[in-house]
Structure formats: C-alpha cells, structure tokens
C-alpha cells in the first residue's frame, strides 16, 4: 500500500524541526538565535504549505483551503509572539531556549487540529497543543501567579477535554466511525436522539471551554493575567482559533445536518458570550485581564460567523481571526513594552499620560483599541462588518443588533485606555519602555497590516473566501 | 455473553464518578485522579462498543488516550511541584491570588 505524505509536509517539518531546536538549544550560548532558529523553521514550513494540498491516511488528515489559511494564521501567530519574546523574557529571567521549541510544538498542535478530518486526529492535535500550551502559561516557575495560571489552565483544559472524549465515544457508538464526514453522512439518513444531541452538547462544551466561550470561560482571566505576557498573547489566538477551525470542521460538516439543534445552543453561547466578556471587562483595573475578557467577547462575536454557515459565515470568521490576532498581538505587545526590570506595568494607571511621556507607543496604542472597538479605518471595522453582514445574510439580524450594542459597550474600557493616555497627565516615575528590534517590528507589522486591512480590505477577504470554499 | 448496555453502564458511572470528583475535591491531585476516571470511564466504553462492532477504531483511540493521559499526569504533577515550591499547599481554595 502507497502512503501519501505530501500534505503532512509541513507538520512534519515543524515536528522535526522543533525536535531539532531543542537539541541545539543545549549547545547555543545565545538564546535569542533560538528564537531566530524558530523563526526560519516556521518559514521552512510555509514554504512547503502550497504544495501540500490533499488527503492522506483516507481522510483522516485533510490539507484544505480551510486548514492552509488557518496555518498560515498560527505561523504568523508564532512569529509575532516569538519577536515579542526575545526581550521579555529575559526581563523575566525565564530565558530559556526550550521555551521556543514549546511554542513550535503547540503551533503544530494546532495545525494538525485545523486539518483534521477525524475526531482521533482532532484529539491529539488538541492534545498536542493544550499540553505544550499549559507548560508555556508556567513558565515563569518562580512567580506563583505564572504556577496559579498554569494550574487553573490544565485543570480546566484537562477536564473539558475527558468531555471532549466522552462526547466522542457516544458519536462513535451511534455512528459506527470518527470521520468526520462519514459521521455527516451517516447522520445525513438517521433520525435525531437523545444520544446524538448529548454527544453534540459534549462537544459543543469542551470546545466551548478552547474558545472560551462562557459560560465555560471562567480559566480565561486567570490564565490570561498570571501567563508571560508573550504567551498570553500567543494563546489568546493560536488555541483560540485552532478551537474555531475544530469547530467549523466538526460542526459544519460532522453535525450538518443538526444544525438546527446546535445552532440554538450556540447562540446562546454567542450572546451570554459577549454580554460577560464586554460587561466583566469594564470594572477591571489590570491591563492583561481587561483584555482576557475582551478576548472572550472577541470569541462571541466570531461564533456567529459560525452560526451564520455556509461559505459566507466561515469566511467571514477566518477573516475576523486573521483581523483579531493582529489587533490582539499588537496590543499586548505595547503591553509589553511597559514591562522592565522591576516595574509590572500591567495596571491601568501606568498608562496615564502616556502620549507625554512616549508618544510613538500612545499612538500605536491607540490605533489597536481603536480596531478592538471596531471604529473605521481599523480593521476591527472590517472583522465586525462582514460578521453582521453574514449573521444578517443568514437570516439572524437580531443576534447582529445585540452584538452591535455590545460592541457599543465595549468602547468603554477600550476608549478608557486612550483617555488615560491622552488625557491624563503622567504621574510618578516617568516610565522607560523596554524596546527591542524585534518587538519594534512586531509592533510595526501589527500597526501597518491593521491600517492596511482597515484601508483596503478586499484581498483579504477574497484569500478567506477562497479559503472557505 | 455479557451484553454491551452493561459496559456502557459501567463506563458512564466511572465517568460521573470522575466528574462529580472533579467538581466536588479540592485538593488538586484527588482532582487529577477524577481526571483520570473520566478518562478510563471513556476507555471502557470505547473499548467495548470497539468490540461489539468489531471495528478497531475504538481500540486505537483507546491507546492514544493512554499515551496522552501519561503525559498529561506528568504536566500535571509537574505544575503542582512548581506551585509547591513556592506556595506550600495542594489545595485549590488557597490558590486564589488572581482575582474578578
């Protein structure tokens, strides 16, 4: 028999090149090279990307338009946060080149969970990404708060991931395989019951607990604050938008025909979703945890490009990704930047007066609470634009009115950071950023791609809609 | 021959016993231990409905939880270790520094 490996490609390049990196990790002196290595490998795999289209080991790993555009989602997710670290950890004193090969790990995680065209497959990409995710979140093993996120995370993660399995055992008992399209199929003739509706509920809840949707979002906050910095930037959009291609994969095509079943289920999701992120982020004083809750609230509205289906509603959630993960990257990267020897700089009131004191940084902040409120020329604009336009286009104007009203509220605590910045005068220490090239262009690629995509949108839309099908 | 309703059975009851344990300790390694049930409450039921269909999917998926239950024990532990070290206690009503 004649096994075809041409779409395992690049996760095989990942899986080997990590492997590889941790190796020389031992022999070099120098860890940001790692981090420079880490980099080049991930560039080594997109090379390889556009050939790897196809089916291998009979449908069980699918190389789609839908999975390449995801992957190319997490290697640009790995990039930013890997240029974001080089400085910040060693201000942590975690400089370790482990650290790197981690990140590549659980990036492979998730592209073998964006390409899974079986639930097996799905599970161990998961796996593979949430275990290195929980070591990444504890990494600074000698601050407790870094030990506390890492804990709730895999206690949480562990937990919805025997839900996870559990709702796979029952789809597997009703339908007799874990493809996913053969489940559509098989579903396609049979009549609905209350062990198929279980299963659904289970999986819905432990991806649910991935995106972190609530009322399952209650390890986000935690997690988010007590993480490093990079890797909360790092996992509030590789795991998060892994979980979305899982659940567009799994419920479009698996659960097809149930969509009237789950759709219900997950606009509930969708509003009580963006009701607690928006409304639970207004009274936090903490900079990491207004924005784990803004990213709960992002995944609210991303959910309904799901519940709208069809081509129209996927390609506008990979849009809205693609958009949130740059918007969100850039913003912990100003984050970041406050961070320096002996200063947290995680609290609001660091940021006031911030135009005075470093106006270059105040600017660029301000253009990503701008895109994460979703005011025009940002791209947030654009994200949130074609998500109602699909959520209206598929017949759910209401759930659009309801999302815009929260993006309304949200405008409070993003707009509260600008005015701090700008309307505040400095007070204390004047503050000294911990600048780096790396993190600069970071910071560079974040802004330009926002304006760009807020500007001049239509290639990027047309990439998700040719990805989407 | 024993039939499969009667495995199935089985296997949902280590699984809620798994969950209730979950939801109800609070020291995190009886936690990991419910994790644990659940997940060979899972394993039983694939295990059999593996063999009463006589497809062997069931089976594979059962040896990659193990494999990934092992690592996840490790992780698991491992962090309980680092948190030790610098907090001494093992329960999750104490470790409440983060807060809202």
């Known amino acids: 028999m004649e096994i075809n490996i041409q779409p395992l490609v690049p996760e095989i390049i990942m899986a080997v090149l990590a492997l590889l990196l941790l190796l020389l990790e031992l022999f070099v002196r120098r860890k940001e090279t790692v981090g420079l290595l880490c980099i080049a490998s991930v560039t080594v795999a997109a090379y390889y990307m556009p050939q790897s289209f196809g089916k291998a080991f009979g449908g069980m790993f699918i190389s789609d338009g839908y999975s390449v555009f995801f992957k190319f989602l997490f290697f640009i997710n790995l990039i930013l946060t890997v240029l974001l670290s080089i400085r910040y950890i060693v201000i942590e004193r975690v400089n370790h080149g482990e650290y790197y090969a981690l990140m590549m790990l659980s990036t492979l995680g998730m592209m073998i969970m964006a390409s899974a065209g079986d639930l097996i497959v799905l599970y161990l990409g998961l796996e593979l990404m949430a275990l290195s995710t929980y070591i990444l979140a504890g990494f600074i093993r000698h601050d407790i708060r870094s030990n506390e996120a890492a804990l709730k995370y895999f206690l949480l993660g562990a937990f919805s991931s025997a839900i996870l399995l559990y709702g796979i055992t029952m789809i597997y008992g009703r339908t007799g395989t874990t493809g996913i399209a053969l489940i559509g199929a098989a579903l396609a003739e049979g009549t609905v019951d209350p062990v198929l509706l279980l299963s659904v509920t289970a999986l819905l809840v432990a991806l649910g607990f991935k995106i972190a949707l609530a009322p399952f979002h209650m390890w986000a906050p935690d997690a988010y604050e007590g993480a490093p910095t990079s890797v909360t930037a790092f996992m509030s959009v590789g795991p998060k938008a892994a979980g979305f291609a899982a659940l567009g994969r799994v419920f479009l095509t698996g659960f097809g025909p149930l969509t009237g079943e789950w759709s219900v289920i997950l606009i509930v999701l969708s509003v009580l979703t963006m009701a607690v992120g928006n409304i639970l982020a207004i009274q936090q004083q903490n900079i990491k945890r207004m924005l784990a809750y803004s990213s709960v609230a992002h995944a609210g509205y991303a959910v309904i490009g799901v519940i709208a289906a069809g081509a129209e509603g996927l390609s506008s959630m990979m849009n809205y990704l693609f958009i949130y993960a740059l918007m969100n990257i850039g913003a912990f990267a100003v984050v970041i930047t406050l961070r320096s020897e002996g200063f947290q700089g995680e609290s609001l009131h660091d940021y006031k007066g911030l135009s005075r004191t470093h106006p270059v940084a105040a600017a660029v902040m301000l253009v990503f609470m701008f895109s994460l409120t979703g005011i025009p020329p940002t791209a947030g604009f654009i994200g949130k634009f074609y998500i109602f336009k699909a959520a209206v286009a598929a017949g759910y104007a209401w759930l659009a009115v309801v999302a815009v009203v929260f993006s309304v509220i949200s405008a409070f605590f993003y707009l509260r950071v600008v005015m701090y910045m700008y309307m505040h005068e400095p007070e204390g220490e004047p503050l000294t950023l911990s600048l780096s090239p790396a993190i600069g262009l970071a910071l560079l690629i974040t802004t330009v791609m926002v304006l760009i995509v807020g500007i001049y949108p239509s290639p990027f839309l047309a990439f998700a809609r040719i990805a989407a099908g | ?100």
């Open chain 2, 1 to 100: 021959m024993v039939p499969l309703h009667w495995y199935l059975w089985l296997g949902s009851v280590v699984f809620a016993i798994g969950m209730f344990g979950f939801l109800t300790k609070r020291n995190v390694i009886i936690m990991l231990l419910s994790i644990e049930l659940m997940l060979n409450g899972v394993n039983i039921s694939l295990v059999a409905l593996s063999h009463y269909m006589q497809d062997l999917r069931g089976q594979i998926l059962v040896f990659f939880i193990i494999v990934v239950a092992a690592a996840e024990a490790a992780i698991g532990l491992a962090i309980v270790i680092a948190l030790f070290r610098n907090k001494a206690t093992a329960h999750v009503d104490e470790i409440t520094g983060m807060k809202g």
